[in-house]
């Protein structure tokens, strides 16, 4: 089974009460990583409410972005094909593919919906602070933030569970501009409130909710991101607004987990 295919399984389970959503691409708890516990309250009132009590599982092809590498374009880059979204090889980032853009301290980035489709998560520095690009593709939620916990830099990555927020919060995150939402193909969306993203970062094995851009299990449970302004738009639209824009290369140049 793709693993989209099994991720959509997944949340057709969460939103119909049903059980064992199981797969050989599981890979088995992180050594030395335990469950991170000590909920938040709003937990219990999602699903899995039991979200805290496993320790983190990514699956195999959902590797956070660790060390990114950049680059004025794509053009003469041999680019695996399910990053290209049809594009020629060679024929580098298309103008009408979509964009997460970022502009910090000076600097401008541009972040393909077509890597973070599959990677979801990049660790990065820009304009000399650290930042946070996540992309959740089953609710079509990106947020952008300070790559930070407890003051200090953190290493984010994916932790292989999905956790639906109560209606109410999910929505809130967008109301309150926390998430937004993207599509790979279209641009803009709707953002879902469905079995969402949950991060953990290395520092303190806390669990940390995409939608709510809070941690919902460990030490830090209740503490917020600094959410950072973005958008979404095309490259094309990008680059002639940031003429001094670079782009995120995707893997095999930006090193994954």
């Not at 937990?43 to 195999?60: A, K, L, M, N, R």
């Not at 910090?104 to 660790?123: C, D, F, K, Q």
């Amino acid at each position: 089974m793709d693993r989209r295919e099994f991720l959509g399984v997944c949340t057709a389970a969460a939103t119909t009460g049903l059980a064992g959503c199981t797969d050989s691409n599981v890979r088995p708890p992180i050594a030395g990583v335990p469950a991170p516990r000590n909920p938040t309250p709003v937990v219990e009132h999602g699903f899995p409410s039991t979200v805290c009590d496993d320790p983190p599982t990514p699956f195999v092809g959902i590797e956070a972005v660790l060390e990114p590498a950049v680059g004025p374009s794509w053009e003469g880059r041999t680019v695996a094909e399910k990053y290209r979204l049809g594009n020629e090889v060679g024929r580098g980032l298309s103008d009408d593919a979509f964009v997460i853009g970022v502009e910090r301290g000076g600097s401008a980035r541009a972040y393909p919906l077509s890597i973070l489709w599959w990677h979801e998560v990049v660790n990065d520095s820009l304009g000399g602070e650290p930042l946070l690009v996540t992309y959740c593709p089953i609710c079509q939620s990106g947020m952008v933030a300070a790559r930070r916990v407890s003051g200090s830099d953190a290493v984010f990555r994916v932790s292989g569970h999905l956790w639906q927020p109560p209606a109410v919060y999910g929505f809130a995150g967008v109301q309150e501009g926390r998430v937004f939402g993207a599509s790979a193909t279209s641009g803009d969306a709707e953002v879902r409130n469905a079995g969402n993203l949950v991060l953990y970062d290395d520092a303190t094995g806390s669990y940390w909710s995409q939608l709510l851009a809070m941690a919902i299990c460990g030490p830090q449970s209740g503490e917020r991101l600094a959410i950072l302004p973005s958008s979404v738009t095309t490259w094309a639209e990008w680059r002639a607004d940031h003429p001094d824009t670079d782009v995120l290369l995707p893997p095999p140049w930006s090193k994954t987990t």
